[in-house]
């Protein structure tokens, strides 16, 4: 999708840079990435301005972060990989989650705070955070 001068100038007001990122402001999901809307069409923030500066994204590649921030939405900080390159790289970069005990699985079971800020504390990302309140991960676990 290309955006129209005013959709480009509407996004840029939801942004602001920090460094070399440019962070998406406004309405994020669970796990730190951007959402917006344009023309009735949900997109990630970082997946939209992509798709803006790049073009389109080939069915079954995903828009990887070379900065590791999902909330940055500068088009030099994104690039195209498969599911396993993105894999690959969150290994390679040292962000595959921390082992965790069975008493911090049990805390995190119980904690109300937002996924993001326990998954902060425990050095694990919200996806894991929600996976592990769910009962889909370390089922094991006992209360």
Same mark, same amino acid.
């Given at each position: 999708? +290309?955006?129209?001068?005013?959709? #480009?100038? =509407?996004?840029? *007001? ?22 917006? !809307? ?8 970082? &997946?939209?301005?992509? !798709? %803006?500066?790049?073009? +389109?994204?080939? %069915? ?17 900080? $994104?690039? $195209?990989? !498969? ?11 040292? =962000? +595959?989650? #921390? ?9 995190? &079971? !119980? ?8 998954? %902060? ?5 919200? *996806? ?16």
């Amino acid at each position: 999708m +290309v955006l129209s001068p005013i959709e #480009v100038a =509407r996004f840029a *007001a939801k942004t602001r840079w920090e460094g070399e990122c440019l962070i998406w402001t406004a309405r994020r999901n669970g796990w730190g990435y951007g959402i917006v !809307t344009v023309r009735n069409q949900q997109w990630k923030a970082h &997946r939209l301005a992509y !798709t %803006d500066a790049w073009g +389109v994204i080939p %069915d079954g590649m995903v828009v990887r972060h070379k900065c590791d921030n999902p909330a940055c939405v500068n088009p030099s900080h $994104l690039e $195209l990989g !498969t599911e396993a390159d993105n894999a690959k790289d969150k290994a390679i970069r040292r =962000r +595959v989650p #921390v082992k965790l005990s069975e008493q911090q699985v049990r805390s995190i &079971r !119980t904690d109300t705070r937002t996924m993001r800020k326990i998954g %902060d504390q425990y050095g694990v990302s919200p *996806a894991l955070v929600c996976l592990i309140k769910s009962g889909q991960r370390r089922q094991h676990v006992g209360g």
